[in-house]
């Protein structure tokens, strides 16, 4: 069965940095270009970071570019995001998402499996 | 301020049909981008509904389906029943982002 679990969350403050992890069981990990995606307290979903479709590089949303940088550890089936300068609009429950299928062309057909996410609060 | 437009609620008794609108541009579903739909439960983590604008994953019930047309994406809900009210969030990609983006989420109320 294909899982998604996420860590990593918690109360930091504002300039101060954190990393999330999420281990994926039932899948192999670098066959997909993982994404972050997250939801601030009542709001919507917003897309923060995917893989390229070469697996090594990163994108991410301008809200984050510059301070947040995504990576992998395939040997441990584990992506990660690392949060610097965190700032309070950062508060937010972070999901890690894979691609429903990825091919030498990219990945596509949205987001199939979600973990349950981990909430990290920016707060002075 | 969403790249994708929603409404921001919808309703209906059960039974009856509703449709949640999606709107892009030319960078995103105008230009040929598949558009995903998403369920979101309270408090729970979001579910695909609809993936490259018409197909049901497995275990997804008929009574939903999608469409795309254009710069507008929409999801039709027949048979409207209790358990179905939830968040429900477009999704696509954007070329001048270079990333996905989501709508801001339409809010299902049944009556």
């Known amino acids: 069965e294909v899982q998604l679990l996420e860590s990593g969350g918690g109360l930091v403050q504002p300039g101060e940095s954190l990393r999330l992890s999420c281990v994926a069981s039932?899948?192999?990990?670098?066959?997909?270009?993982m994404s972050w995606v997250r939801q601030a307290p009542g709001k919507g979903l917003e897309w923060v970071s995917s893989f390229s479709g070469s697996g090594d590089r990163g994108h991410y949303a301008d809200s984050v570019k510059g301070r947040f940088s995504i990576s992998r550890d395939n040997s441990k089936n584990t992506v990660f995001l690392h949060m610097n300068s965190l700032r309070v609009e950062d508060t937010a429950v972070y999901y890690c998402?894979?691609?429903?299928?990825?091919?030498?062309?990219?990945?596509?057909?949205?987001?199939?499996?979600w973990g349950q996410g981990t909430l990290v609060t920016v707060s002075p | 301020q969403s790249v994708l437009t929603q409404p921001p609620s919808v309703s209906g008794a059960p039974g009856q049909r509703v449709t949640i609108s999606c709107t892009g541009s030319s960078s995103n579903i105008g230009a040929g981008f598949d558009v995903h739909w998403y369920q979101q439960l309270p408090g729970t983590a979001p579910k695909l509904l609809i993936y490259?604008?018409?197909y049901r994953p497995s275990g997804v019930p008929d009574r939903f389906s999608g469409s795309k047309s254009d710069t507008s994406a929409s999801l039709a809900i027949t048979g409207l029943q209790a358990d179905d009210e939830a968040d429900y969030y477009c999704q696509s990609y954007d070329s001048s982002l270079s990333g996905s983006v989501f709508g801001g989420g339409t809010k299902l109320t049944v009556l």
């Open positions: 039932g899948f192999t990990l670098r066959s997909y270009d």
């Open positions: 998402a894979k691609p429903r299928y990825c091919s030498s062309d990219g990945c596509s057909g949205g987001f199939d499996r």
């Open positions: 490259a604008n018409t």
